[in-house]
Every structure is written in structure tokens, then in C-alpha cells.
């Protein structure tokens, strides 16, 4: 490992940051920029997932020297918001630092690896990095301390299960759930009543051997870096100035020098974390010429405890004042550290562990956001500001004018925050804090509170009342004049009231508030004063038993927490056959191929390819109308800037400017008009990143709107925008069975999209390699050949003279089809037109703009059925919100018309399904293509139908389960067993019908908090309609040192492929593992590949490589035999010898796959998965706040090729769709904009969601001669066992309203989020909240 120290001149001094890491280190540029672009261009460890703090890929490790305390700190930072100047005298810390391949890899690498923690691998160098400095500070931390450590990382693939089991070993009792403070733990007897899954017991296999392992050794870590410690000692600092061209860098050392570079420069921005800053400047374009930032300034960082309360300085940063307020509260008594408890509470939470140790408290406080956590309290809580300036120092309070930025209560210009005061509370004196957002962490409140009441000595009566809410407004707002009324008060039921009512008077929203949820946002505001009301009563009832009265027992759990313990979980998986050979890899669970390199951070990218000579960078322009005529377009401007190479449009590609998919044409860069926001219309090439944005937004497009604009599936319906043709399923005799049954019902259920948020945004790198007009496109996508297709029409080329490579996506679960194809297509021109290589890589932002992603869906469905809950006849309307363009629409509207019976037979079923044309970005594939949406709408009706015969929604599940040996509505043969297996064994497993009492007693002794309970079953039908669609190739080398090559054609993109390709080659040539690599996929060794996706990539590439196996090893058996003992050398070297050819291609053509869609028959499916789950989760009705308590799934695999993998996609993409079916949500202006474009606005699930027990089983292994070996492919169908999680919420729900005296059909839209959840919970509070006539005004956004 080599350790580089990096000297960066400035304009005017020298400074050094110390890097750790493994690479060559070029000094000169990006002085002023941000840590992860020095990094991104030289390392390939420190991933770029979205720029903004709010995905943890670009995670590392900081520590600077404290010559004062004499202590190293070391803390995770986010490189993306990092500023390299403010890296002055400290250690950084990167993946490469810590380990690699080519010397010793760490432990916590290893085991990320080992554990299976790793998939697309991209988010893993974060994960590393984030429990690499858990493990500096805390060797062998507690369970909760590696929660939180990895509350700021994101993964898209893994479901975090491996990643916390892996990391758990480093624990000191990693065998156990540790919540024992929390009253049981999983050791205990009895967990839930159920001893099935104690941890320890037979069925806790385990995937990885901890045995193996390095023992991490605390001794053998990096130090830091005596030089830095030496520098920090030296006292004669001076203010250090960094400048380019276009900006300042100011950090003065001495409190003195702070307050004369302010005078000097008043307007700039004092930047301490830059978390606040960082992002204005990325995001709103905020332009700052200087910047002063504070080096530590020793008056910034005090800690001082005085008579009255705490004062923290401005730089402290949120994690050290966690740390801080948890010491007090343990020290001193509760009656003195009621702020501090709630200022705690909110630490918690807010953010991620790399901003809050980042972020500092002044930083906070100054930048009021109005989604503050921290300011309601501070508000709340009389806290004062201290401030100085060269003209002195003053004091003032922290309250609502400060909040609202009235000059007269802020800072002047030139004034710095120095510290802030935080009070004891007295006795008598309560604080509360409360927020509720869309993820229980790491996300913004979309409504937060601090409450504080103070009584007279014992007489109950208010003496000071104060509440502050954040999220309500453009600021922090308080509740003054209400609070004034309810002054002299007794705290009583007739003050709530009265309080509710004033508060709501007073702290109003307009029903077209910014962000939207406004009816969810009102009662939030009553529910938390209710909360606080509850709370108050009962510390008053412990402070003074006799005169105040008990809560009603029902009535605590408005107080209490949601379930709250640690994660654990058992896998039963399939062991291997033990008849198989000894080095037979099938049914291990082998490591992911490039896990070791995910974890080290040297697996390479698209993005981290190595800067070509002379690469340009290109950038789009979309639009910014969803429907309009493009009157005009001005590029002089953009052309006029420094840099700025070409900007092409639709004009540079007269006659091929079209590209046809399906039956559907769409221009590449339109020129007369745009039909979606988002739509790509100026392609700008640069020298660099920067100059081709800069130059992007110089861009002058005029527009003239045109009507009608058409945004929701209703809208499509009224104006019949539909893409053609109708699809229709038919089977049975429908009309006639409605007059044979019962009951009938109808109904209807919307379901949102879902983004894709591959961590590994859309990325390409294209090479002209200047000879015969030959290109190499080195890209991100599940479809090369698609990519060299449209890339060689764009450059009327012939295909033969365009590669596209694809080395392993970082992500893509249908997203990178068709889009990146198109992109890959415009990069490739501008590299042909320039004869220069062209990079072009998306922000987050545009990339989730530009490319859509699951379809809305409104399913309509009407059913008849007898009393005891048999369904005879089904009439569904499917509709798809498609977008501007077909993509692949059609295509999804006929897998979920094929797949919605789920795993029901309905003797008569109709469904018709539409792709509704509207005016978004065309939505596209996604993981499970159709099937998550048309198995809810199935299963909603299920749900209803149940509801209506007064029987509990499993039953009526059995009841219409399909028979062993049946018939699909397409008239295919199908065999169940297996799903029946599954059932009964989810069933039992999960103890459903013991739980199923539990949760009734609890819910009949809870009336704020309620839990669900729900079991799912899943057929999932595997096959691509087509036969062609099916067909793979590979080609398979053996060396004469005997060493192999495989190639064939599917992508990489986590899901393990690649792995799975050489077990079978070394199942197939009885050759070890270590003996055969993969280098990528790549049109030129296989071409005419079709696209990864579909669950079937490793099935059918498998039964390619295994052919080309099988051909070789035929032409080698005489070999082989007359020398039985030989080695693969000496077969090699014979083969050679005897000019037999060592080079195989492989081929499968498919499976048998047909549909006739005017008969509605056909068998357009290989084979089913089986699988079942069930969820209980826990709601909080007063906030809409859930927490999935226990999932238990159990699927049928076929035979298993390698469990771990496996296992990993179920769990991965069950937690996928538990985002889908919860907290995934995307907004949409009225005018078609996409509010929702980062991780800080869209909410994917995070370590906080997952199940707090995790229980996966595969049932016994069942051949199937058709498959690889058996094997099934299980890429899509975990998704849809999300929706048990949806089911069990509906559940809770459900009891909350029955007791509420609210009976009847309860319909509930996906995803069930917070907002649906609390608003659906009606209750007193949700009828005192006003509500809006509907058109009465604009809303913020449109349900799509
Ligand atoms: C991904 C992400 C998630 C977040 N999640 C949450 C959340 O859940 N809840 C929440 O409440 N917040 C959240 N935040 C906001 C975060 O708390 C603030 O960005 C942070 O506290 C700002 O602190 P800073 O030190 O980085 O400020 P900076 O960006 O450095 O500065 C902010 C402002 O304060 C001024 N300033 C700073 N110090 C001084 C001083 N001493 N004197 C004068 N002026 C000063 C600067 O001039 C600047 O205008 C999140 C932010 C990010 C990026
Ligand atoms: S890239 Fe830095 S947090 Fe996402
Ligand atoms: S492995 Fe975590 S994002 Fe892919």
C-alpha cells in the first residue's frame, strides 16, 4: 500500500492533505473543487452516485489531529459535498488506502465479500469505507452503532441483509438480535410466542464460513500521518487564500482573521460542512466568488457547561453534539435535559452518519431550511446566539424572525456566529420533539415539531407554552398566538381541543402549498400536538401521581415507539448434492466473481475508464416543456463559451434522425416539437464536464405550448390516448358467470411508478479508433447489441464496424434498454463527427428526468363470487401510463395481461389492457415487466372480496388457489405443486394463524398503533413470448497452459451471471474455478445477443456455455482418455498437437415460446417460480409511520446453481418491491416536471426499512429436465412479495378503521406511503383539519 502525500499549491501558500490511498497522484488540478472529482479522476475506488450527500457511494474516511486534546478524529464524509481546500492538514482516507488485491485486502473488505454483501458492487466501496471507520472508533461495536454507521449508504441490489451480516461479525455478540433493552431478544424462548427461527438452531444455515476469516487487528491500521500531526502543533498559522480563475478559497485560522476577512468580504458564505451550501451551489446554480471557511478556530469549538445551560460552538459538529447531549443526559437529571432528550431524539435520525458528522450545528442553525429538524426545538427551547463581529459581540435570540430572516433579528453581513446557548429545563418544564417523514431516516421531515410547556409549581395550569413546526411553510413556523390563548390553561381535554383548533387557524397551508400532501401536512400538525398532549399528561401523572389521571391503557401507545430491534434473519437454503463430484461448484455459494474487487473498490466502470487523449465530455439539453412547438433554438451563446466544441441537434442528423422500436418511431433530437419534459433535444461537447454544462445552460430554447396536455392515465382515458393495439385475455364464459354468482363488485386501484436509481447512472465512454471508420462503445447497458444497432445507423455505418463492450453495470433492472441505447447513439456521433473520444455520464437529476421508469397502472376490475369466497368471474381493465413513446409499453401491458391471475384460477376471466400515450418520459422495463402491478390489482380485488364475504383474505387466497394439475387462461398445462408447497410451508413457518391472534390482541388493546398481518402467494411465469427472444450464444477458449476463457452474451449487472458461467464451465470441464475467467461481454466475441433481462440470463447463456463446453470437451474425450491423468495443459498442448481445435461457440435457441393474441392461447412460458411470503408490520396511526416487523419467504428454486446468489436476488428484489409497494413515490408538477430527482427527494428503501426478521427458505430441490441444470431464474419475481408488506399495512389499517367504527370497502393506492397510511387511519383529527374544494386551487403535483 503506498501512501501519497499530496502538496497542493495555492495562490499565495502551500498546504498538504494527506491521502491514503493506493495510486498515482497528479497535484495540479481541481484545487478548488470537490474531493470526489480529484478523486474520480484518479482513483476508481470512491463511487459518484448523486452529488448531493444523499447516497454514500462516494463515502471516505477524514481525520484530522486535535493539537489541543491531542485526539485523532476520524469520521465518514460524503467526497461528493467535500471541498478540497477544506481539507487542510487532514487524512483522507480511501477504499484503496485500505486494501487491495495486488497487497492485503481488509478484513471488512473480506468480508462484505464473503458475505455476499455485494452485488452490482457499486455502492459497496461506500458501504466498506462507512464500517471501516465505524471499526477505527469502535473495534467491536454494538449492533446499534453499525445501524446508524450505515444509515447513509444506499444499495439498490442487495436488500442490506449480507451487508449487515457481514458486518455483525464484527460485533461482540454477532449471534444474537441484542435487543435485549427492548425486552426480547432472539435467544430468548418464545420470540413472538414462536420458537421456529431461533438464531442457533438447524435452520440458520449460513452462506459464508466465518471461520475464514481475517481477524481484524486495530494494531495493523493505518496511522495517521506524523507529518500532519507536527503541522497541527505549529502555532504560527496564518489565514491560508486559494484562488482560480473564477473563485476565492478564504480559511482563516484566528477568530481575528474570520472576522477581517468577513468586513472584507461580507457577502460570502461562512462554509463549515458545506452540506448546505454544497448543494445550493450543485444544485440551484448559486454562484459564490469567495467563500471563507474556518479552520479550527478554537472559540468555534467550545463546549462550555455553565449555570444556565450548555453552550456549543458554531463548529461543532451535529454528530459531536449527539455525543455531547448524550453524555449530559446520563449525567445529569431528567427534569434538566428535557431540550437535550429531544434535540437527541431528532440526532437520531437526521440525515445520514457522513452529514451529521460533516454538518455543523451553526451551519444548521444559519442555513434554516425549512425542513430544519433542529430549529423547532432550538426555537422552542429559548436558545440564544452568539455573535461577533469587529465591532463586538451580541446576543441574540433564536426565534421566529430569526427563522424568517427579519434584518432586524439576524446576522449583519459581517457578523459570525460563535456559539450557541442551549438552557436546562426547569421542573415542571417538558420537551418534545416529533417528525414524521416518507423513510423513518435519513430523509427530510415533511412535517417536524418541537413543543415545550412549562407549569405552574404543581397546579397543572400553563405557564409557558411554546410549538414550532418545520415543513408548514417557507420557514420554521411558530405557533405564538395560539400558544398566548392557551396560556393560564389547565392541561386538559378541552385545551387539545381548543389548542387544535387554534393551531390550525394559525398555522394554515394553502391547499397548493409547495411539496405538496397538504391534508397529511394539517394533520400531522394536530397529531403531534396530540402526541405531545398524551405525552405531557403522563409525566405529569409520574411527577404527581395524586392529582392527575392515568392514561387509558389503550391510549400509551400513541407514545410509544414503533417496534424497534435489531436485524436478524435465517436462510434455509438447498445444500449441494452430496453424489456430486468433490470440485463441482453447482449448488455452492460461491462469492460473487468481482466481489473482492467491489469491496477494494478495483472493479472497474464505465465512468472510472481511465481519461482517453483528447476525450471531450458530452451533455444534453432536455426540455422543459411537456407539450409545445420548438419555435426557435439558440446555440450562439453556448457556442461562444471557453471549451465548447460543438453542440449537435436534430438538424446534424437530417435522415437519421429517427430510430424505430417495435411498431413505434421517435425522433432521436426532435426539432419541431417536444412531447415529454425530459426529452433530449442539443447534445453539448466540451473539453470538459464543466464547460459542456455550463455551456448546456446557455442554451436558448423558445417554445410555443400546445394542448391538450395529457399527464395521468384518467387524462389518456378521456381523450383516448392510447397506443394501439388493445390487448385482451379471455377465458371462460365471463358474462354469463356474473349471473350465476352472489355477489358482485367493482373497483379500481392506482399504483405510482417506480424509478429504477441503478446506483451506476447512465454512462458511456466512446472511442473512434480512426482507421475504416471503426468505434469502440465501452457502456453501461443490459443491450449491446441494441447500442451497436442504433450507433452504427446513426453513423451509416455496417455493424460489423461498431463494438460495444460492457465490462458489468453498475444497476440497471430494466433501465438501460432503450435509453441508453439512444444516448450511447448521440455520444457516438459527436465522437465520429470530432474523431475524438467522447465521455458522457448523467447526474442523477437528469438521469432520473430523462429515462422513466415503471409504469403507473390503474387496474379496474370487477368480480362476481359466491358467499364462501370462490371467484367466478373476473373483468379487469388494465391501463398503463406508457409516456411520450412506445418503448417497450405494449410489451409490458401483455406480460401483466398474461401473468394477473397470479396464482388464482378464475374459471372466467376477461382482461383488456391499454398503454396510455401522455405526456411523460416514456416509462420502460423494469424489474418484474408488468407483473408487480397486474399480481396488486389481482390481489386488491382478492382482498376485497374477502372483506365483503366477512372471511380473512388468506382464506379466500386458498380458496381460489389453483388445483396441482390446471390450466393458465391461456390455455397453457400447469403444475403446482409446488405453489401449493410454498403456501402451506409459509404458512406454517411464519406460524400465520398463531400470529394472526397475537396481532388481534394487540391491536385490541392498542388504539394508536396497529399491526397487519399478510401472506402473499406468487406465481411467477418465466419466459419471453418468443422464441428468438430466448436465444444466446458463448464462446469458450482453452490456452494451452489449460487455462479457459468464457465470453457470452449476458450482462453483468449484479445479479451474479458471470458467476454462475464459470460454475457451469467448471461443472462442464471438471476444471477448478480459479482455472477460468470472464472478461466481459462484448459484441465482438458474441454477437447478435439479445437483451439481459427477463430473470433468464443466466438460464439461457448457461445452456450456451454449457454447449460450447459439451462441443469442446466431445472433440477432446479421445484425448482425455488416453490420458486420464493428465491435466488440462497437457490435453491442451495435445489438442494443439493434433490440430483439434481448442475454440467452442456455444448456442441455445430458446425456449418454446409462443401467444397468439387473437385466440388468446399459447404457451408463451418455460416454466413457473413458486414462492409465498408473509409480513407483519406495525403502523403508528397518528403519523402513518410503519415498521415491517417480520417477513418470512419461502420460494421454489428449481435446484438452486448457487444459493447465495440467490438468495440475494429474492431478498434484494423483495425489498425492491417493498419500496415500490411503501415509499417509492414520484412527483410530478401540472405541467409535467419531475419534482423527485435525487435520493434526497425519491426515497428508496434503506437499512431502516428492512425486515426487522428476515426468515428466506427454498423448498427441496425439483428437477426440471428443461432448465440449466434444473435451476430457476429468480431476477423479477421476489418483487412482487413486496406486496405482502402493502397487504399487511392494508391489514392494519383495516383494524384501525373498524375500530374507529369505520367498516366497508377499504381502497388503498400504491405505494402506501406515510401520507396514505395516517390519512386512511381517519379519525377525530383527520375531520377537524380543513379541506379544499377540489379545483378550487392548483395542486403542487399530479397523481401520474
Ligand atoms: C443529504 C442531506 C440530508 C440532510 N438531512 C437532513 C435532515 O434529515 N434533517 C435536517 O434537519 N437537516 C438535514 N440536512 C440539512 C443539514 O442539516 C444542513 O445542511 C447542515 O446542518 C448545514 O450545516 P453545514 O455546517 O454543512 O453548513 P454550511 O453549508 O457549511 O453553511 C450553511 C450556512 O450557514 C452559514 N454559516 C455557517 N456557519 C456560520 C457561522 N459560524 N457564522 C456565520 N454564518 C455561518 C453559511 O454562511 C451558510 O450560509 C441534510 C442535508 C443533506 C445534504
Ligand atoms: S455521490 Fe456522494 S453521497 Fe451520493
Ligand atoms: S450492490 Fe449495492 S447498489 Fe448494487
Known sequence: ??????????????????????????????????????????????????????????????????????????????????????????????????????????????????????????????????????????????????????????????????????????????????????????????????????????????????????????????????????????????????????????????????????????????????????????????????????????????????????????????????????????????????????????????????????????GHILSRHPDSDLNPLLAVGNCTLNLVSKEGKRQIPLNEQFLRKCPSADLKPEEILISVNIPYSRKWEIVSAFRQAQRQQNALAIVNSGMRVCFGKGDGIIRELSIAYGGVGPATILAKNSCQKLIGRPWNEEMLAAACRLILDEVSLPGSAPGGRVEFKRTLIISFLFKFYLEVSQILKEMDPVHYPSLAGKYESALEDLHSRHYWSTLKYQNADLKQLSQDPIGHPIMHLSGVKHATGE????????????????????????????????????????????????????????????????????????????????????????????????????????????????????????????????????????????????????????????????????????????????????????????????????????????????????????????????????????????????????????????????????????????????????????????????????????????????????????????????????????????????????????????????KVRTINMYKEIDQTPYKQEINTKNLIECWKECMATSSYTLRKTAVEKFNSENYWKKKGLAVVPLKFPVGLGSVAAGQAAALVHIYLDGSVLVTHGGIEMGQGVHTKMIQVVSRELRMPLSNIHLRGTSTETVPNTNTSGGSVVADLNGLAVKDACQTLLKRLEPIISKNPRGTWKDWAQTAFNESISLSATGYFRGYESNINWETGEGHPFEYFVYGASCSEVEIDCLTGAHKNIRTDIVMDVGCSINPALDVGQIEGAFIQGMGLYTIEELNYSPQGVLYTRGPNQYKIPAICDIPTELHISFLPPSENSNTLYSSKGLGESGIFLGCSVFFAIHDAISAARRERGLPGPLRLNSPLTPEKIRMACEDKFTKMIPRDEPGSYVPWSVPI
Open 603 to 954: 472493479a472497474i466502470y464505465c465512468d472510472d475508464m481511465p481519461v482517453v487523449d483528447q476525450e471531450l465530455f458530452l451533455t444534453f439539453v432536455t426540455s422543459s416543456r411537456a407539450r409545445a412547438k420548438i419555435v426557435s433554438i439558440d446555440l450562439s451563446e453556448a457556442l461562444s463559451l471557453p471549451g465548447v466544441v460543438d453542440i449537435l441537434t436534430g438538424e446534424h442528423l437530417p435522415d437519421i434522425n429517427t430510430f424505430h422500436f417495435l411498431t413505434d418511431s421517435e425522433k432521436i433530437l426532435p426539432t419541431d416539437e417536444v412531447s415529454c419534459v425530459g426529452q433530449l433535444l442539443c447534445a453539448v461537447i466540451a473539453d470538459s464536464e464543466v464547460q459542456a454544462k455550463r455551456a448546456a445552460q446557455r442554451v436558448k430554447i423558445v417554445y410555443r405550448d400546445l394542448e391538450p396536455l395529457i399527464l395521468t392515465i384518467e387524462d389518456a382515458i378521456q381523450s383516448k390516448s392510447f397506443f394501439e393495439p388493445e390487448r385482451k385475455l379471455e377465458y371462460g364464459n365471463v358474462d354469463e358467470a356474473f349471473k350465476m354468482v352472489d355477489q358482485i363488485l367493482e373497483g379500481e386501484i392506482h399504483m405510482g411508478g417506480q424509478e429504477h436509481f441503478y446506483m451506476e447512472t447512465q454512462s458511456m465512454l466512446v472511442v473512434p479508433k480512426g482507421e475504416d471508420q471503426e468505434i469502440d462503445v465501452y457502456v453501461s447497458t443490459q443491450f449491446p447489441k441494441y447500442v451497436q444497432d442504433i450507433t452504427a445507423s446513426v453513423l451509416k455505418v455496417s455493424a460489423n464496424k461498431v463494438m460495444c463492450h460492457v465490462k458489468r453495470v453498475g444497476g440497471a433492472f430494466g433501465g438501460k434498454v432503450t435509453k441508453t441505447s439512444i444516448l450511447a447513439a448521440i455520444t457516438a456521433f459527436a465522437a465520429n463527427k470530432h474523431g475524438r473520444p467522447v465521455r458522457c455520464v448523467l447526474e442523477r437529476g437528469e438521469d432520473m428526468l430523462i429515462t422513466g421508469g415503471r409504469h403507473p397502472y390503474l387496474g379496474k376490475y370487477k368480480a362476481g363470487f359466491m358467499n364462501d369466497g370462490r371467484i367466478l368471474a373476473l373483468d379487469m381493465e388494465h391501463y398503463c401510463n406508457g409516456g411520450a413513446f412506445l418503448d417497450e409499453s405494449l410489451f409490458v401491458i401483455e406480460m401483466g395481461l398474461l401473468k394477473l391471475e397470479n396464482a388464482y384460477k378464475f374459471p372466467n376471466l376477461r382482461c383488456r389492457g391499454w398503454a396510455c400515450r401522455t405526456n411523460l418520459p416514456s416509462n420502460t422495463a423494469f424489474r418484474g415487466f408488468g407483473f408487480p402491478q397486474a399480481g396488486l390489482i389481482t390481489e386488491a380485488c382478492i382482498t376485497e372480496v374477502a372483506a365483503r364475504c366477512g372471511l380473512p383474505p388468506e
Open 1 to 362: 500500500m503506498n501512501t501519497n502525500f499530496l502538496v497542493t499549491h495555492g495562490t499565495s501558500v502551500m498546504f498538504k492533505i494527506c491521502f491514503i490511498c493506493d495510486g498515482v497522484i497528479d497535484i495540479k488540478v481541481q484545487q478548488l473543487g470537490l474531493l470526489v472529482s480529484f478523486l474520480l479522476f484518479r482513483l476508481t475506488g470512491t463511487k459518484y452516485g448523486c452529488g448531493g450527500g444523499g447516497c454514500g457511494a462516494c463515502t471516505v474516511m477524514i481525520s484530522r489531529y486535535n493539537p489541543t486534546t491531542k485526539k485523532i478524529r476520524h469520521y465518514p464524509a460524503n467526497a461528493c459535498l467535500t471541498p478540497i481546500c477544506s481539507l487542510y492538514g487532514a487524512a483522507v482516507t480511501t477504499v484503496e488506502g485500505i486494501g487491495s488485491t495486488r497487497t492485503s485486502i481488509h478484513p471488512v473488505q473480506e468480508r462484505i465479500a464473503k458475505c455476499h454483501g455485494t452485488q452490482c458492487g457499486f455502492c459497496t466501496p461506500g458501504m466498506v469505507m462507512s464500517m471501516y471507520t465505524l471499526l477505527r472508533n469502535h473495534p467491536e461495536p454494538t449492533l446499534s452503532q453499525l445501524n446508524d454507521a450505515l444509515g447513509g449508504n444506499l444499495c439498490r441490489c442487495t436488500g442490506y441483509r449480507p451487508i449487515i451480516d457481514a458486518c455483525k461479525t464484527f460485533c461482540k455478540t454477532s449471534g444474537c438480535c441484542q435487543s435485549k433493552e427492548n425486552g426480547v431478544c432472539c435467544l430468548d424462548q418464545g420470540i413472538n410466542g414462536f420458537p421456529e427461527f431461533e438464531e442457533g438452531n438447524e435452520t440458520s444455515l449460513k452462506l459464508f464460513s466465518e471461520e475464514e476469516f481475517l481477524p481484524l487487528d486495530p494494531t495493523q491500521e493505518l496511522i495517521f500521518p506524523p507529518e500532519l500531526m507536527t503541522m497541527a502543533e505549529k502555532k504560527t498559522q496564518k489565514t491560508r487564500i486559494f484562488g482560480s480563475d473564477r473563485m476565492t478559497w478564504i480559511s482563516p485560522v484566528t477568530l481575528k482573521e474570520l472576522l477581517e476577512a468577513k468586513v472584507k468580504y461580507p457577502q460570502a458564505p461562512v462554509v463549515m460542512g458545506n452540506t448546505s451550501v454544497g448543494p445550493d451551489m450543485k444544485f440551484k446554480g448559486i454562484f459564490h466568488p469567495v467563500i471563507i471557511s474556518p479552520d479550527r478556530i478554537e472559540e468555534l469549538s467550545i463546549v462550555n457547561y455553565t449555570e444556565n445551560g450548555l453552550t456549543l460552538g458554531a463548529a461543532v459538529s451535529l454528530a459531536q453534539v449527539k455525543d455531547i447531549l448524550a453524555n449530559v443526559t446520563r449525567k445529569l437529571p431528567e427534569e434538566k435535559t428535557q431540550m437535550y432528550h429531544a434535540l437527541l431524539k431528532h440526532l437520531g435520525t437526521l440525515a445520514g452518519p457522513q452529514i451529521r458528522n460533516m454538518a455543523s450545528l451553526g
